[in-house]
């Protein structure tokens, strides 16, 4: 219906640097996981619904 | 191999259930699943970059539109399920899946400021408890091959291509932590969607999935084209473990439709195939590829040789028999052919690694070996192994943390995968302008001149009048029924004097028919 939109636009996706670009030193992602995984703790109980 | 007849490829396409979580400390909100996917979808039917001039239309309303990239958005069964527009090669298809990640991320993100509560979205194929959800493929293949494919008796189409199906996995796993519905203890398995496997053939989805699902619903000219509907295959991360599952996969389709013979030397499992899911889910467990099932392969002269192979060693029969296949199939054009043989070049190379002992190596390629690999590397850099997470219960959850969540977050800020990203680790397979592209356009074929009927159209179309294969307006000549504007061939290619048609055309009914006439005559070209 005319009015409903949000003009909510798509955000701009830099994408990825190129294997070389990746800063010397840059901390390495494997260190973050236990952080990572802390942000799912209250997810991994959760029973959802059978899908397909 | 005898020489096929020049003939179309095989238009094909995911549809990914994405498992959807409400960040609250209500319990209520966090099981209001149905709130938080109609959130979404709403959020991205309001969106006119997504929806196009259809967003101001007020037809449809429910919680299932197609938007203008010609994929379809909608709440299924409390996921919000993203179906691909049909694609005819699968590098097209990898690309529009990303470009689906992107968009139901970016609804999840509107939602979540809606809501006033964030969402998490994630590309995978289980909770841990017992309860799946699919990323179900998609493949337009000929009649004849789909009723050899679907029907009794078992033959040897039937085999051959359940056989491919549960090695294929090799390669095209997501890779996961423990396993659920079977008193089993492996702390990692090839693939997600294996133990949710119970019998060779159903035309079921929800409980006791089956190997071949039997759905017959082809959203095209029946007579011509089928959709078969594969439902045991998983939800990928690593770009190119898709474009292997949905490349090799619509490439073996592709021989079996060719040739008659083409099961003949191709190995098949010995087991009745009443358990063939039963190998599929030993395979899945078996990541270190230590076991070598049982095959037979029936020869030439009808003879049947008994041989044990490993599941690496079965899919290497397949992929070089498909390597024969792509240098002699008539394909369209070079460009399909340079795209599956890319399929088939990478595949020979991955799986020699694997073969080799060397699957580390595929970390940041292939999905299973990234999460393998990346959990490896946590466990050593806190002094444990895989032998204490098959022991440590505290390990274990963190592990399932790690490579069921965190890796699987659609996130590109940040989930774990899109950290890999950033930092190098994961080899992309398209580039960002080609998804940024597909987010907002459709591919070639159906789903572009879909999108050009459903533009040419508004604001007459009926409520919920677009389907895959049809766009319905009212009839001006008889008021309360409908024509119907068929879109029935999924490998139909727009040319010009379409496009043209489509948009100087002022009669609806010429354009209906001109258009019917155009495809029949492009499909008789082709021998179809």
């Known amino acids: 219906m005319p009015g409903r939109e949000k003009k909510r636009r798509f955000r701009e996706d830099p994408g990825p640097p190129k294997r070389d670009d990746t800063p010397p030193g840059e901390r390495d992602p494997i260190d973050d996981l236990d952080e990572d995984a802390d942000r799912h703790e209250q997810n991994i109980d959760t029973e959802e619904p059978d899908k397909q | 191999m005898e020489h096929p007849r020049k003939r179309p490829g095989i238009a094909m396409g995911t549809e990914t259930e994405h498992s959807i979580y409400a960040e609250s400390a209500d319990p209520s909100v966090r099981r209001n699943f149905n709130k938080a996917v109609d959130a979404l979808v709403r959020e991205a039917f309001d969106s006119t970059q997504f929806m196009g001039p259809q967003v101001d239309r007020s037809f449809g309303g429910g919680f299932t539109q197609f938007l203008h990239n010609g994929a379809r958005l909608y709440n299924d069964i409390q996921a919000p399920e ?19 990640g992107k968009i139901v991320e970016q609804a999840a993100r509107w939602a979540s400021e809606t809501l006033g509560y964030p969402l998490k979205i994630h590309r995978k194929n289980s909770d841990g408890h017992g309860h799946a959800y699919g990323c179900h ?28 199906l549960i090695v294929r996995q090799v390669l095209t796993g997501a890779g996961k932590v423990g396993v659920e519905c079977h008193d089993e203890s492996f702390p990692f398995q090839l693939s997600q969607r294996w133990d949710f496997c119970n019998q060779f053939r159903a035309n079921v989805t929800r409980t006791n999935r089956p190997l071949i699902q039997t759905r017959n619903e082809p959203h095209a000219n029946a007579e011509k084209w089928q959709r078969l509907h594969y439902i045991m295959g998983d939800a990928n991360m690593c770009e190119i ?34 358990h063939y899911h039963r190998v599929g889910q030993v395979i899945s467990w078996d990541v270190d590829f230590v076991g070598r099932p049982a095959v037979e392969m029936t020869q030439r002269t009808g003879s049947d040789v008994v041989l044990a192979m490993s599941a690496p060693e079965i899919l290497q029969r397949y992929i070089d028999r498909l390597a024969e296949y792509v240098e002699i199939r008539p394909f369209r054009d070079e460009r399909e052919r340079t795209i599956y043989r890319d399929v088939i070049e990478r595949s020979q190379k991955y799986l020699g690694l694997i073969r080799a002992g060397q699957a580390q190596e595929l970390y940041g390629t292939l999905d299973w070996p ?19 997470a ?20 659609l996130d590109s800020e940040q989930g774990t995968y899109f950290k890999l990203l950033r930092a190098g680790h994961i080899t992309k397979l398209v580039d960002e302008s080609e998804v940024r592209n597909a987010v907002f356009t459709p591919p070639p074929g159906r789903p572009q001149l879909r999108t050009m ?30 024509w119907t504007i068929k879109l029935q061939d999924p490998m139909l290619v727009v040319n010009p004097l379409m496009r043209g048609l489509v948009e ?15 495809v029949r005559l492009q499909s008789m070209k082709e021998g179809l």
């Open chain 2, 82 to 100: 993203y179906s691909t527009p049909e694609c005819q090669n699968p590098y097209t298809m990898v690309v529009h899946e990303v470009a689906g």
């Open chain 2, 137 to 164: 493929e998609n493949y337009c293949i000929r009649p004849k091959l789909f009723k050899e494919l679907v029907r009794d008796p078992v033959n040897p189409s039937q085999t051959v291509m359940a056989t491919f």
């Open chain 2, 241 to 274: 473990s898709t474009y292997l599952k949905m490349g090799l996969t619509s490439l073996m389709l592709m021989l079996l439709q060719d040739f008659e013979r083409a099961s003949y030397n191709l190995p098949t499992f010995m087991e009745d195939v009443e």
């Open chain 2, 370 to 388: 990234t999460k393998k690999w990346m959990l490896q590397r946590y466990m050593e850099k806190k002094g444990q192994s895989w032998v204490d």
């Open chain 2, 390 to 409: 098959t022991r440590d219960e505290y390990l274990q959850r963190r592990l399932r943390l790690i490579a069921d969540h965190a890796y699987t977050w």
């Open chain 2, 453 to 482: 009927v459903v533009n040419k159209l508004l604001p007459s179309i009926v409520p919920g009048g677009i389907d895959w294969d049809e766009v319905v307006v009212p009839n001006p000549m008889d008021p309360g029924k409908n």
């Open chain 2, 504 to 518: 100087d055309s002022t009669n609806v009914r010429q354009m209906e028919k001109e258009l019917k006439e155009m």
